[in-house]
């Protein structure tokens, strides 16, 4: 494949600079490491640059992108599940309410109960607000699956996040 | 719920301050003009495509 030209290569800079740190948070929802979130980043841009003169501009390299990250990420969590360095008990998550900084390694810990699968679609839709056939287009899988696996995940970020999710509820 | 879950979402995400990237912009892109071009890739990367238009071509509408 042919790398870009000149005027590509601006372009692709300047979606770098636009891009990248949207890009680079995403990622850190979905793995929860931002050092990881970082190289994770970079595979996706390095990918993107390479097939940058294929992509269609109308539509833009944002979803392209996103498919690239998402599937870096899943593959990620992949090789860390192989090579075990995930927890073999999934974290506590407190029952009170939190606050500030100990509210978000409580989301974090949350998120890290959900399948990669599953964490990737609640940060699309919720996160990202991409809609269904977007998130399916990133993801890799039917509009009916992205419907379904939301509504499971939502369902157990409820059950672990209740305090959280409702701070008004008695 | 869909809201309480944005607003977690974003706290998460947006309230910390990005850590510095160990790479540049700049120094990122030469690292993506370094990179050798794997024919392998590329014929992996077709295939995936030709993959998904199949699918997309093919699946049950609804």
């Not at chain 1, 509210?103 to 607000?129: F, H, N, S, T």
């Amino acid at each position: 494949m042919a790398k870009p030209d000149d005027e590509a290569t601006a372009a692709f800079t300047h979606y770098v600079r636009e891009a990248r740190a949207r890009l680079q948070r995403t990622a850190y929802l979905m793995c929860g490491d931002w050092q990881l979130a970082d190289d994770l980043t970079q595979e996706t841009l390095i990918t993107l640059y390479r097939r940058w003169s294929a992509i269609d501009q109308n539509i833009g390299p944002t979803p392209y992108a996103t498919r690239v990250l998402v599937h870096n990420v899943r593959r990620s969590a992949k090789r860390a599940w192989r090579s075990h360095e995930v927890m073999m008990t999934p974290p506590e998550v407190p029952q009170d309410p939190p606050h500030g900084s100990e509210e978000r390694a409580v989301i974090l810990k949350a998120l890290a109960r959900l399948g990669p699968r599953q964490r990737a679609i609640i940060v699309l839709r919720y996160w990202q607000d991409m809609s269904v056939e977007q998130t399916a287009e990133a993801v890799g899988c039917t509009r009916g699956t992205v419907t379904s696996q939301s509504h499971r995940a939502l369902a157990t970020l409820r059950a672990l996040l209740g305090p959280t999710l409702n701070p008004t509820d008695p | 719920v869909d809201e309480e879950v944005r607003r977690l979402l974003r706290r998460v995400a947006e309230d910390e301050t990005l850590p510095p990237s160990t790479v540049s912009d700049a120094e990122l892109l030469e690292k993506a003009r370094d990179k050798p071009t794997s024919a392998l890739a590329d014929v992996l990367s077709l295939l995936g495509a030709l993959r998904r238009r199949i699918r997309s071509l093919t699946r049950p509408a609804r």
